[in-house]
Nanobody
Framework: QVQLVESGGGLVQAGGSLKLSCAAS????????LDWFRQAPGREREFVAG????????YYADSVKGRFTISRENAKNMVYLQMNILKPEDTAVYYC??????????????????WGQGTQVTVSS
């Protein structure tokens, strides 16, 4: 079992920055990919960013590439999402999600076993 808790959301102006954190608990933390999704009201949940710790690769949705940075600090069981140059269209509830390595595919919501409760990010124009 993995428990995930997001924090760091809030209200920011367009062009501003915000850093989200996801705290994970569970003895099998290292066996999971911890990625970020977001969902705005009336919209489908969408993949935002992911990371492969072993390969050091990172993956981003085209809409956030160059503005967002995902990082993972395994020693603290934390994953972060640094969001810069925020836009109103970034407004959404942001979730971290866990997917076992070797199971499912990155970025496919149904393949993630665990989800946090989300943290609201609102970007004003």
């Amino acid at each position: 079992q993995v428990q995930l808790v997001e924090s760091g959301g809030g209200l920011v102006q367009a062009g501003g920055s915000l850093k989200l954190s996801c705290a994970a608990s569970g003895r099998t933390f290292s066996n999971y990919a911890l990625d970020w999704f977001r969902q705005a009201p009336g919209r489908e949940r969408e993949f935002v960013a992911g990371t492969s710790w072993i390969s050091a690769r990172t993956y981003y949705a085209d809409s956030v590439k160059g503005r967002f940075t995902i990082s993972r600090e395994n020693a603290k069981n934390m994953v972060y999402l640094q969001m810069n140059i925020l836009k109103p269209e970034d407004t959404a509830v942001y979730y971290c999600a866990a997917r076992p390595y070797g199971a499912g595919s990155r970025g496919v919501p149904d393949d993630y076993n665990y989800w946090g409760q989300g943290t609201q990010v609102t970007v004003s124009s």
